[in-house]
Structure formats: structure tokens, C-alpha cells
């Protein structure tokens, strides 16, 4: 079965200071991957996505994500957060031929302005 | 093109009642999933079906939950005879008809039964 794990639970910085989140997937095969932001009191938003092509894939707000096959991972990264960018952050995995998208538990970032 | 509608918003219930939680999906779209998320557990799948149809309900409680999503109108989650730990935001989401599904989700349902 597939599963998402996201390694971080609560995440706090400062300004400015650059991120990175990380997410690993268990799932041999041809994967989608997803990461969604929720922002406090909000239903989830698409970042960004991947379904093949460039490894470094580019989202919205200055967001972007690596896929790495070999280390079934797909972090996300941003190199200078806002204290706008306080929200909890969901990275999920779809495997073509199973059509439901797994969802990790979610890292809290928490900006500090 | 409206997005995922998800009513209502906030639902109380006491324990016993039942609980009806209803998503229209995005024009076009013919997957709908619908996901439960609790404090520090982040979405747990519940269940994905196309029109008619339960394509995958292994995320579902075997008891008192069922989902439809009929040939005409919304889909809806039920949750017969709540019970405290029901107590949930529940969140469906979309997918159009495309080997590559990017789920848009409503705003959630936050069920509370007191």
C-alpha cells in the first residue's frame, strides 16, 4: 500500500530564512506527486505537482519541489519564506492505476514576522 | 467555473443524529473523494467514486458511514447515529476525467456532535 511520510510535524522560522520540507513516499512504481498548502481557516491549495519531465518542478509563491526517484522523496523548498507563508503543508502521492491520492500528516509552518 | 461546494459549512449534531454532508463537484468533474482531517492526523481517505459508483471505500468505517454519488446531484456523505468522535472537518475534493488526477478540494464540512 502506498504511504506519505512527512519527517517534520511543526516548523518555525524567521523571515527570510529559507525552507525546506521534507516528504518521502513508499511506492515502487510511476507516481504523481502533489504538495498542498492549507492556510489557517482555508480548504487545501494545489502548490505544485508532478507528473514527469524535469525533476525540479516550479509552484506558486516562489515554491518549488525535487523529485528524486532513487530516494523516493519530493521535498519542498522555499528560499525565503514570508510570514504570509504561515499555513500547514500536505505533501500526497497518486499511483496512476490506483486513482486515490495519499496524503502525509502535515507539517505546521510558522512564520515569525 | 464554480469551484468544489461543499455544504454546509459547519454542522452540530447531537449524539444519535445523523449527519449529512453534501459536495457538488467542479463542472466536468466526474471523481469526487472525500477526505476526514483531524488535529495532527492530517486527510485520511475516506472514499473515491465516479458517478454511481464506489470505486474505493477502504478508508470508510465499515459501520454507520456510506457515501453515494448519483447520476444527478451532489454527492453525499452520511454518517448515521453520530457519535463525539465523528467530530471532524470533512473535505471532499475533485478530479476531472484524466489519467493524471489533480484533486481540487471545497472549503470543508466541520461536523460537531455534542
Known amino acids: 500500500a502506498q504511504s506519505v511520510s512527512q519527517h517534520n510535524h511543526h516548523v518555525i522560522l524567521s523571515e527570510a530564512a529559507s525552507l525546506e520540507l521534507g516528504c518521502n513516499y513508499s511506492?515502487?512504481?510511476?507516481?504523481?506527486l502533489f504538495w498542498y498548502v492549507q492556510y489557517p481557516g482555508q480548504h487545501l491549495q494545489l502548490l505544485l505537482k508532478?507528473?514527469?519531465?524535469?525533476?525540479l518542478v516550479k509552484g506558486i509563491k516562489g515554491f518549488e519541489a525535487e523529485f528524486i526517484k532513487s530516494k523516493f522523496s519530493f521535498n519542498l523548498r522555499k528560499p525565503s519564506v514570508q510570514w504570509s507563508d504561515t499555513a500547514e503543508y500536505f505533501c500526497?502521492?497518486?499511483?496512476?492505476?490506483?486513482?486515490?491520492?495519499?496524503f502525509g500528516k502535515g507539517t505546521r509552518l510558522h512564520i515569525l514576522p | 467555473n464554480a469551484g468544489v461546494m461543499q455544504n454546509p459549512r459547519h454542522l452540530v449534531r447531537r449524539r444519535g443524529q445523523e449527519a449529512r454532508l453534501r459536495c457538488s463537484p467542479m463542472?466536468?468533474?466526474?471523481?469526487v473523494y472525500w477526505y476526514r482531517q483531524l488535529p495532527e492526523e492530517g486527510l485520511k481517505f475516506m472514499v473515491y467514486?465516479?458517478?454511481?459508483?464506489?470505486?474505493?471505500e477502504s478508508g470508510m468505517p465499515k459501520e454507520r458511514f456510506s457515501a453515494e454519488f448519483p447520476k444527478e446531484g451532489p454527492s453525499i456523505l452520511r454518517i448515521q447515529q453520530v457519535v463525539r468522535g465523528d467530530s471532524a472537518a470533512y473535505f471532499c475534493?475533485?478530479?476531472?476525467?484524466?489519467?493524471?488526477?489533480?484533486?481540487?478540494f471545497g472549503q470543508g464540512t466541520r461536523l460537531t456532535v455534542v
Open positions: 475534493a475533485s478530479s476531472p476525467d484524466s489519467p493524471r488526477p489533480e484533486a481540487f
Open positions: 500526497a502521492v497518486n499511483a496512476p492505476r490506483d486513482d486515490k491520492i495519499i
Open positions: 508532478y507528473f514527469s519531465g524535469d525533476p
Open positions: 467514486l465516479q458517478k454511481e459508483n464506489i470505486i474505493d
Open positions: 511506492y515502487g512504481g510511476t507516481v504523481n
Open positions: 463542472k466536468g468533474h466526474s471523481h
